[in-house]
């Protein structure tokens, strides 16, 4: 053995890695898994495979499906006193470097250290597998100190669009296309929120609505075109509780009961009150600081930390809307008499890839530490992207239009969601009392084939400041021709973009 690799070094060869004896992920396995990724980046798309070979890479996500598989949708976490902190970290987006120096400067998971990754691991960044691949080691090793939580990036069709469907088939050839439905088949089974002591409330995109009660000798309705989306209301913490994880792509036209999953990793924050729908991105709704009141004191919490919002995404709601600013990884959106609703981003200098001629951020990221006995007053930790970064070419195409490949995604998803083990049950709980009808909400109501031609153009036009802004899936069921449009304007504009 020790000839051999002797051999390997000398041939300038790399020795794969393999699970220690024992077939578990130790945390110095974990430790030098890091390093060997981190050692392949600098070396081109080829070198990767050669140091986690393919086998590897299934052992780790088939493993760690089935440890999120028996995960809740809501995760109740109450550390011990054993585990000191909770450390929540916010997109990541494949800016695996970045991530590298985020555990050299504010420590790695151990057995007394919490950690809580707030979704959007992969797309954009030229490392979303290497991200993954290490996250979800680490889950592996530690899965009571390390928790994964699904964003809107952790699905077919964001995959299919910003890049990590393309990246792993670049790095695991033919390998790539199992590899990738194993993938889809982990982010099915992410949880979708953690409850940190009962008080502080993690999610990736924002608020949500619960489904329709079931009526009494009424047929349950199926997706939402069935219901009148007005009369849905603010769901509640029991209404996240008795949901589903969201399939393979949360998405309520293709089933109501994915509608939980659907608003809660594409919401957005507003300064003006009421909740309505979210007109940038064409899926998941608005809410103001009165909304998250309500969801603060009615549900007990002090705090929701989310993600989902880089410095491009901000950008042209910090001028037009008056919303903070993100760039040093953290903004203070809603500050309220129970508590406060968070922003927190955690990959600097992003996007990796800018469309020429396009602005840079050059943003700061951030973690928080949550300390006991409170939890509920984090501690903020800035810090700088690497640069410059290793050599590499984006996975999609910056300018816009997605990446075409010969099999769908969409329908490797749908193979996958007809064996999900997923029942996605509709919550059977209404929050009773509770209306939603505010100012946007109310001009729907007015005129709503003219908001869903405004909810169309203002998606198509605003691009995709997160990268996924606008849902294809939602728009092609109003207008075929709006998906169209949508993806000449993302040419036009760049994604990425303000
Ligand atoms: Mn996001």
């Not at 990767?48 to 493993?63: D, F, G, H, Y």
């Not at 950690?115 to 991200?131: H, I, K, L, Q, S």
């Not at 009962?198 to 608020?207: D, E, M, Q, S």
Request: aromatic residues 6%; contains cysteine; negative net charge.
């Amino acid at each position: 053995m020790a000839d051999q690799c002797a051999e390997a070094k000398a041939a300038g060869t790399v020795e794969p890695l393999q699970l220690p004896a024992g077939g578990k992920p130790s945390v110095d396995f974990v430790k030098q898994l890091q390093q060997s990724m981190l050692d392949a980046s600098w070396k081109g798309v080829g070198a990767l495979s050669q140091v986690v070979p393919a086998k590897l890479v299934t052992q780790i996500l088939t493993k760690v499906s089935n440890i999120l598989d028996a995960e809740p949708t809501l995760l109740e976490v109450q550390p011990s006193v054993s585990q000191q902190r909770v450390t929540v970290v916010g997109d990541t987006h494949g800016q695996y470097i970045d991530l590298c120096r985020l555990f050299d400067l504010f420590g790695q998971p151990s057995a007394e250290r919490i950690f809580m990754f707030n979704g959007d691991y992969v797309d954009r960044g030229a490392w979303g597998v290497e991200t993954l691949l290490l996250l979800a080691a680490w889950k592996w090793a530690l899965p009571r100190n390390v928790y994964l939580l699904r964003g809107n990036h952790e699905g077919a069709y964001c995959t299919k669009h910003y890049g990590f469907f393309a990246e792993v088939m670049a790095k695991y050839g033919a390998a790539g296309k199992t590899i990738y439905k194993n993938m889809l088949r982990l982010f099915s089974h992410l949880p979708l929120a953690a409850l940190v002591e009962a008080k502080v409330l993690i999610l990736h995109g924002g608020l949500f609505r619960a489904p329709p009660a079931k009526t009494k000798g009424q047929p349950r309705p199926r997706c939402i075109q069935d219901i009148d989306e007005e009369s849905l209301e603010l769901g509640t913490l029991d209404d996240l509780r008795a949901a589903g994880k969201g399939g393979v792509d949360p998405d309520p036209d293709h089933s109501l009961a994915q509608l939980i999953a659907s608003d809660l990793v594409w919401s957005d924050p507003s300064p003006t009150a009421g909740m309505g729908h979210n007109m940038l991105r064409g899926v998941g709704q608005v809410f103001g600081p009165d909304v998250t009141e309500r969801f603060l004191s009615q549900n007990g919490l002090r705090l929701i930390i989310r993600s989902h919002e880089g410095p491009d995404a901000r950008h042209k709601r910090a001028t037009e809307q008056k919303m903070p600013s993100v760039g040093s990884g953290y903004s203070v959106d809603h500050e309220t008499p129970s508590g406060k609703l968070v922003t927190l981003f955690s990959a600097p200098d992003y996007p990796q890839f800018a469309a020429e001629g396009e602005e840079r951020y050059h943003n700061r990221a951030a973690v928080l530490h949550l300390s006991a006995p409170d939890y509920a007053t984090p501690a903020v930790e800035s810090f700088e992207a690497v640069l410059p970064r290793p050599e590499a070419a984006p996975y999609y195409d910056t300018a816009g239009g997605a990446a075409d490949s010969e099999e769908s995604t969409e329908s490797m998803g749908r193979e996958l969601e007809h064996h999900s083990s997923d029942t996605e049950q509709a919550s059977p709980v209404a929050a009773a009392g509770i209306s939603n009808s505010k100012q946007q909400v109310a001009a729907a109501a007015h005129d709503k084939p003219q908001q869903e031609q405004q909810q169309q153009i203002a998606a198509a036009a605003a691009a995709a400041a997160d990268g996924c802004q606008s849902h294809p899936l939602q728009q092609a069921a109003h207008s075929p021709s709006a998906a169209r449009s949508s993806k000449k304007s993302r040419t036009e504009q760049g994604a990425g973009a303000r």
